[in-house]
């Protein structure tokens, strides 16, 4: 074993008289990559921002951290200047803020160049254009001279690792790196770092909450809980052998793209502890499964469980680990907190309508064709102008937003809408939600035509469609109780006594009924989504459209969410309109799925025919894309890696809009590939329920 570059022993963080960081320890060689993964508020980034003594000044840091041997706890300000960005250097999880808007982005990489190194302007600047063109930015010399505001979210953070890697450090810290990107994105990320460590041998510290680029990525785990290490190792010993129920948690709650719902996703009951007000002993012990009285006595030591692996667990030298105590707790597996009520639960309380109310869970449904239609949408079309001039505004073009899309939703049916950012998701939801006469096509909401609806029919319609938005908090109100919350869509539609229903309402997506007197911000994340869910049902809807419902959630808290979603369509009855970016939760949660590109439908099929046999490249890429926490299954994937960005929805490609970035489109013959240049692909049926837009579907290709 080599001296450790990076070596971490007892840090300390305290803001004021919280301690936010409770002695984590740990170490990194060069050429490797540590995980470092946890929920929010465990104190990933707050380990990192001390190490690189990056804290605001009333933050107290105790411990150590040091460099080649070097302490970089206590040191000055001159001093972590030398260090900072030569030897050890960090990409921010949003490039945006962590650039300065008003500088070209070649300036920002060339000064930090000569910060460190005694070169001229014109080297300096002749660097930064070599470093973005070693990751990935297309025209390196042009793309130097434009501003961070002019570069897509994927090339902002290829130039910040640029800019981590102009001086060939020791150690780059990456925060959250691809977190806000979408999969083809964040594969090309990824495929930069591997890059830009094998040009430099640095070793990599990767924060992040996703479990699936640990196991594709990281060499070695650290899973932290509270302000503490509770599991560190191997990636394959902690993934494959985990002794810590937190970490057994984590990876039961994550959606696989490789299983669907044929593997059930089983929630970390509960949030993490407040730092200002940890329980006695183990801190994991409140939300424990297999908590024996002894955790409540004493916090637990992270202690060897074997070679190289450690936990902080009183029962991980058990045979077998807490794993089989976990499996143990009920015959059947966990229990689901909303499933574990009497008969039917507060579920029937929700009916009501003619139908006889809510659809009992063990009821059979018939099949699709045999049930009701209850939205349909029929060559979409929603353009945008695009305008110049700050007084005599002129047209200089048109924004091809959604550009002729159809499909159907039966009733009890969820369809998945997914694609990369920009494609046209939510323009086509916000379309289908206005309830009026599109630009082209045709929306119908349960039979009928949005085009003819009088105002009184449109809001007899909004009683039935409801939404639910991706960001909660932005759309719940902070001024009013969660109970004004969800009476407000009753009271708007003539209901009086809101108390009761609200009580059932709360009850019914896991809520207590003390719940109805606190507000938006006493809530976690987690539960303000439950909240906006609870008025969305408020109506009882039949159709109820999800904007990105989980993306802005921790994964043990987006499991109960999608659990609680699918409780609620199989008891009763409810069809989904589900747009996401994440196709590893709509694979365990819709029934059928179609995949949009630029504003068209690439795909469109049931859920097991689109992920199973994918026909487009385009739905290919974007599964191959997908991580899975299963290091031995994610490092033998084949990636099919899509160059550059999305192209421009105001200057679509002619033909196939797919083709510029299509890896089948590369190896076609000169005949074939005229056709995807000239002729623009219909939506064409396969196989049964499976559709495509594509000229050479049946061809073999890249895949």
Not at 72 to 95: T, Y
Not at 276 to 300: D, K, M, N, S, Y
Not at 588 to 610: K, P, W
């Amino acid at each position: 074993m080599s001296a450790p570059v990076l070596a971490v022993t007892g840090l300390e963080v305290r803001f004021g008289d919280v301690r936010v960081v409770r002695g984590v320890s740990y170490s990194v060689e060069a050429g490797e990559v540590l995980g470092v993964v946890g929920e929010s508020g465990a104190g990933k980034s707050v380990t990192s921002l001390a190490v690189m003594g990056l804290l605001p000044r009333h933050a107290r840091v105790a411990g150590s951290a040091r460099l080649h041997g070097h302490e970089l706890v206590g040191a000055s300000d001159r001093e972590l200047a030398a260090f900072r960005g030569k030897s050890i250097s960090m990409v921010f999880q949003d490039p945006l803020s962590a650039m300065t808007p008003v500088y070209r982005v070649g300036d920002q990489i060339a000064e930090a160049v000569r910060v460190h190194q005694r070169v001229g302007r014109g080297r300096a600047a002749e660097r930064a254009v070599e470093l973005l063109d070693l990751v990935g930015i297309p025209h390196p010399r042009r793309r130097a001279r434009a501003f961070p505001h002019e570069f897509s979210g994927g090339m902002r953070q290829r130039a910040m690792i640029a800019m981590a890697i102009a001086n060939d450090p020791d150690v780059i810290i990456c925060d959250e790196p691809t977190t806000a990107l979408d999969v083809t994105i964040q594969a090309q990320v990824l495929e930069v770092l591997k890059k830009a460590q094998c040009e430099t041998g640095a070793a990599i510290v990767l924060i992040t909450h996703d479990l699936g680029v640990v196991a594709g990525f990281a060499d070695r785990v650290l899973v932290m809980y509270a302000g503490l290490a509770v599991e560190s190792g191997a990636v394959r010993d902690v993934f494959h052998r985990p002794r810590m129920p937190y970490t057994i948690g984590l990876l039961r709650s994550v959606p696989r793209v490789d299983t669907g719902k044929d593997v059930p996703l089983v929630p970390i009951e509960g949030g993490p502890p407040s730092p200002a007000a940890l329980p006695p002993g183990c801190p994991f012990e409140p939300r424990c499964p297999v908590a024996i009285p002894e955790c409540a006595a004493a916090e637990p030591a992270l202690l060897p469980v074997a070679p190289g692996h450690h936990a902080a667990c009183l029962r991980s030298r058990e045979p077998g680990g807490p794993a089989l105590a976990y499996d143990a707790r009920e015959s059947g597996g966990p229990a689901l907190a909303y499933d574990a009520r009497e008969p039917g639960g507060p579920a029937l309380a929700y009916g009501g309508r003619e139908t006889g109310g809510a659809v009992p869970a063990s009821s059979p449904r018939p099949p699709r064709e045999r049930r009701a239609v209850v939205l349909e949408v029929d060559d979409l079309v929603k353009h945008h102008p695009l305008t110049r001039g700050a007084v005599f505004r002129r047209r200089v073009g048109t924004v091809h937003a959604v550009d002729g899309i159809g499909f159907d939703i039966r009733e009890g049916e969820t369809l998945g809408l997914v694609g990369e950012s920009g494609c046209g998701k939510t323009t086509a939801l916000m379309e289908i939600l206005e309830l009026a006469r599109p630009q082209r096509g045709r929306v119908a909401v349960f039979g009928r035509d949005t085009a003819t609806l009088s105002p009184r029919e449109r809001m007899a319609v909004r009683r039935d469609l409801q939404v639910v938005f991706q960001d909660p908090l932005a759309s719940l109100d902070p001024r009013m109780t969660v109970h004004d919350i969800v009476a407000e869509p009753l009271t708007a539609h003539g209901g009086r006594d809101t108390g009761p229903r609200v009580r059932r309402l709360l009850g019914l997506v896991g809520l207590e009924e003390s719940d109805a007197a606190r507000h938006p911000r006493d809530f976690s994340g987690g539960q303000r989504q439950r909240v906006a869910i609870a008025r969305a049902l408020a109506l009882e809807p039949r159709l109820l459209v999800l904007d990105e419902p989980v993306s802005a959630l921790d994964t043990s808290v987006q499991a109960g969410v999608i659990n609680l979603l699918e409780d609620l369509g199989r008891r009763l009855g409810l069809s989904y309109l589900f747009v996401a970016h994440d196709l590893a939760v709509v694979r365990h949660i819709a029934d059928r799925v179609a995949v949009m590109y630029l504003g068209r439908i690439a795909e469109i099929g049931g859920t097991g025919l689109v992920y199973e046999a994918p026909a487009h490249p385009y739905t290919q890429a974007l599964l191959s894309a997908v991580p899975i926490p299963d290091p031995g299954k994610e490092r033998e994937r084949r990636r099919i890696l899509l160059e550059g960005d999305l192209p421009s929805p105001a200057n679509p490609p002619s033909g196939c809009r797919f083709r510029t970035r299509c890896p089948k489109f590369r190896i076609l013959a000169d005949a074939a590939r005229a056709r995807c240049v000239q002729e623009e692909p219909e939506v064409r049926p396969l196989e049964g329920d499976h559709a495509v837009a594509c000229h050479h579907a049946e061809e073999p290709g890249v895949v």
